[in-house]
Every structure is written in C-alpha cells, then in structure tokens.
C-alpha cells in the first residue's frame, strides 16, 4: 500500500447547479460506517456473532471561513434552505485516476467561531444519505 500525503483533499458541492469548490480547506475526514447485524445463537457458545448491515458515511471539513467562498455559500445555503445536495470528496485531491466518493448529502452540524485574535473557522458536518459512489476523478 502506497502512502498517500495528507492535506491536500479537495471537497465540491452541488445544489442542483453544477459543483463548487468547498474552498479553504484544512483537513477534511470521510468516515464510512456499517452498522452490525446480531446473530448470535446458542450454537454460538461463548462468542457474540454478527453479519455487516448497511453502510452510511459522513464527511466533515474543517474550513477557513471565507464570505467569498461559491462552495461554502452554497453549502450554508443548502443547509439554511434545509435541502440536500451532492458532496463529493477527493481525499487525494484532484489527482488524475485518485479514488473519490461521492452522495446526496446535508449538513448536520456546522458553526462559524469567530475567536477574538484568530482567524473565523468554518467546521462543516455532512451525512451522507443513499447509495455512496466510488469512483476515480477523471
């Protein structure tokens, strides 16, 4: 297995109008979960049993909060219209042939901290919903 460099992730959102760039990017984590399915019988003696049951994902970016930014504008609009969009997420960037995911999705969490000496930061939270896509960037 390949090491990969880190940081360099890239995020795009679309609201129905084509996909922007989630722009000032920090660090970004897509996390895909399975739920489990017991099936312990007593057949099983002393050992727990399980099948894995349906995936579901999240993705969660930390971000420099940016006015200007398309993609975080569409974003908290797409939240504050309480609508669901297509996320898609590029954990190595925009490297030709690179894996990428993507799937409806809406925010769930977001908060924009405004620290007295700091920059403003931007965390956003998205579940993704229905069939997760794994594709490789073009």
């Known amino acids: ?9 890239t995020a795009a959102f679309d609201d129905g109008g084509g996909f922007d760039e989630v722009g000032r990017i920090v660090d970004g984590t897509f996390t895909l979960e399975s739920s489990e399915i017991t099936v312990t019988t007593h057949d ?19 971000c420099r909060a940016d006015e200007a930014d398309v993609g975080q504008i569409a974003v908290l609009d797409a939240h ?30 977001t908060n924009i901290e405004s620290p007295n000496d700091e920059e403003t930061k931007l965390p956003l939270t ?13």
């Open 1 to 9: 297995m390949a090491v990969t460099r880190g940081r360099i992730q």
């Open 44 to 62: 099983s003696l002393d050992f727990e049993e399980f099948l894995q049951g349906r995936k579901s994902g999240t993705v969660e970016l930390s």
């Open 80 to 109: 504050l219209a309480e609508t669901a969009g297509t996320l898609r997420f590029r954990p190595r960037g925009d490297v030709s042939g690179a894996d990428q995911y993507s799937a409806s999705a809406f925010i769930t969490a």
């Open 126 to 138: 998205f579940r993704l919903t229905g069939t997760i896509t794994q594709s490789a960037v073009p």
